[in-house]
């Protein structure tokens, strides 16, 4: 574990296996710690021959936290419903390039960007903003940022929106509530998430930060036209089952960005589940082969 100093504020993150090996960033969902990336998950890519970076974004877990800066949330989804300009405390190119001020305290040139969900759209901002770092992308479980697709079902929604917890065990019971909702329905094991969440918790609880991430995500608005300016090798990954960001998201992703691979899964919702492990391994140590 270690911390960066990045564009004035510090980023927490956690390396596996050898730096001489090629480098996959992993760029975390909204309002979660590194630990989305299970370790496990981590120590088997770095067992395929890749140096594996995680890192906490912005406002959780262990990164800077930003609960001196002002902000509106009612005004931000008031703004964001009527399609009207989003104001947030920071937008998804900042938190981009917070990811590439880690490779710089890395010292890695390139790197292999992987993000999921909100991490995703981080990830995409990072190869459109900075293309030269960017070996390959992979954007698991995400979107283009447009409006007419990704949507999330009602009941994802709701998740989505829910009052955030204030001790710990409204935030491992909430945390299991929503994983039955927005998680793989044949693999859900209440027992593993109740032990992440309570990880998460005594980490660095932080639940407020959803709402700064969510603003972020509002205010940078459609990637479209800087997708479509991509070149370099890319993977969409994406689960038929996902609630909250439906798939025609990655069927759209993959579309737009010129080459794209696309890989669903069918038994995949919006997590990624032990049983995922090997094809989603797979399927990066394929594009990592193909981008050297």
Aim: charged share 20%; hydrophobic share 45%; with cysteine.
């Amino acid at each position: 574990m270690g911390t960066a100093a990045v564009n004035g504020i510090e980023i927490c993150f956690e390396t596996f296996g050898d730096p001489a090996h090629p480098t996959l960033l992993l760029v975390n969902g909204l309002g979660s710690q590194l630990l989305g990336w299970d370790e496990g998950f981590c120590r088997q890519l770095a067992g395929r021959g890749h140096h594996v970076v995680r890192f906490d974004n912005r406002d959780v877990g262990l990164s800077t936290w930003f609960d001196e800066v002002a902000y509106d949330f009612a005004a931000g989804f008031a703004a964001f419903r009527q399609r009207a300009p989003v104001v947030a405390p920071y937008t998804l190119s900042d938190m981009a390039a917070d990811a590439v001020g880690v490779l710089d305290h890395l010292g890695v040139e390139q790197a292999h960007v992987v993000g999921m969900s909100m991490g995703g759209m981080i990830a995409q901002t990072v190869a459109i903003d900075f293309p030269g770092r960017v070996a390959s992308l992979c954007s698991i479980m995400s979107s283009t940022g447009e409006r007419e697709v990704g949507k999330p079902t009602p009941e994802a929604n709701a998740a989505l929106l829910a009052k955030p917890p204030k001790t710990r065990h409204d935030a491992i019971e909430l945390a299991v509530a929503n994983a039955k909702v927005l998680g793989s329905p044949s693999h859900f094991d209440a027992a593993r998430v109740a032990a992440v969440a309570a990880a998460a918790y005594d980490r660095g609880f932080h639940p407020i930060a959803s709402a700064r991430h969510l603003l972020a995500v509002w205010q940078s608005g459609s990637r479209l036209d800087g997708l479509r300016s991509l070149s370099m090798p890319t993977l969409v990954i994406h689960g038929r089952c996902d609630p909250l960001i439906q798939l025609d998201g990655g069927l759209r992703t993959a579309e737009v960005i010129a080459g794209a691979d696309l890989l669903v899964l069918g038994d995949m919702g919006h997590d990624l589940a032990p049983p995922l492990w090997d094809r989603v391994v797979d399927a990066l140590s394929g594009l990592v082969g193909r981008a050297s």
